[in-house]
């Protein structure tokens, strides 16, 4: 009778599971961590990371600088930051121009249903904040709106003197595109909207 190495075969080596992957297979904490930053609309703190998973705050800030390294090696698109106190994915810098030639001129040059929702709000009911226009549409507009600032057709107003919350406005750029000469050429909303929109609008 031969051990392994009479036979010239040696045994496996035990493997290590990767860091996306639990050693049960189930999702790691880089994984963990991925799903949550691609949902976020603004950075989160380690310490919150750690709360939510479950796990150190030292283990999550090691990862996270892990995966942002890891990023940056293999030369993705995007890349995690740390910026003002939390973690957040963010477009590479070297990437810019092509971003922003998809948003402006590229295949995504029709709006979704949301951007359109959201264009008609601002467009009557300006100024107007975010957090009044999520409330017209009853869901979060936020990343319609920058959405929207980006292509050109929305952009900042001031601040609103009570709440000191962005007010927007839409642009020059809405009306050439949609061949208007000033907003009074709109079209009358009335005729679109429920016979007690007012009544739905104070319950908001």
């Given at each position: 009778?031969?051990?392994?190495?009479?036979?010239?075969?040696?045994?496996?080596?035990?493997?290590?599971?990767h860091p996306s992957?639990?050693?049960?297979?189930?999702?790691?904490?880089?994984?963990e961590l991925e799903?949550?930053?691609?949902?976020?609309?603004?950075?989160?703190?380690?310490?919150?990371?750690?709360?939510?998973?479950?796990?150190?705050?030292?283990?999550?800030?090691?990862?996270?600088?892990?995966?942002?390294?890891?990023?940056?090696?293999?030369?993705?698109?995007?890349?995690?930051r740390e910026v003002?106190?939390?973690?957040?994915?963010?477009?590479?810098?070297?990437?810019?121009?092509?971003?922003?030639?998809?948003?402006?001129?590229?295949?995504?040059?029709?709006?979704?249903?949301?951007?359109?929702?959201?264009?008609?709000?601002?467009?009557?009911?300006?100024?107007?904040?975010?957090?009044?226009?999520?409330?017209?549409?009853?869901?979060?507009?936020?990343?319609?709106?920058?959405?929207?600032?980006?292509?050109?057709?929305?952009?900042?107003?001031?601040?609103?003197?009570?709440?000191?919350?962005?007010?927007?406005?839409?642009?020059?750029?809405?009306?050439?595109?949609?061949?208007?000469?000033?907003?009074?050429?709109?079209?009358?909303?009335?005729?679109?909207?429920?016979?007690?929109?007012?009544?739905?609008?104070?319950?908001?």
């Open positions: 009778m031969t051990d392994g190495s009479a036979t010239g075969v040696s045994a496996p080596e035990p493997q290590t599971p992957r639990g050693p049960g297979g189930e999702p790691g904490l880089h994984a799903a949550i930053l691609l949902v976020v609309d603004e950075p989160v703190a380690e310490v919150t990371l750690a709360q939510v998973l479950e796990r150190p705050t030292g283990e999550v800030a090691a990862a996270l600088r892990e995966l942002a390294a890891e990023y940056t090696a293999a030369g993705r698109g995007f890349d995690l003002a106190g939390g973690w957040r994915f963010y477009t590479r810098a070297e990437c810019a121009p092509f971003v922003e030639r998809f948003v402006r001129d590229g295949q995504q040059t029709r709006l979704t249903q949301a951007a359109l929702e959201t264009l008609a709000v601002v467009a009557y009911r300006q100024p107007v904040s975010r957090a009044r226009v999520s409330a017209v549409r009853g869901v979060n507009s936020d990343g319609v709106m920058r959405t929207l600032v980006a292509r050109g057709l929305v952009e900042e107003a001031g601040t609103d003197p009570e709440t000191q919350a962005v007010l927007y406005r839409t642009t020059s750029y809405f009306l050439e595109r949609l061949g208007l000469r000033d907003l009074g050429e709109l079209p009358e909303l009335a005729p679109f909207l429920p016979d007690d929109i007012e009544g739905l609008e104070e319950q908001k």
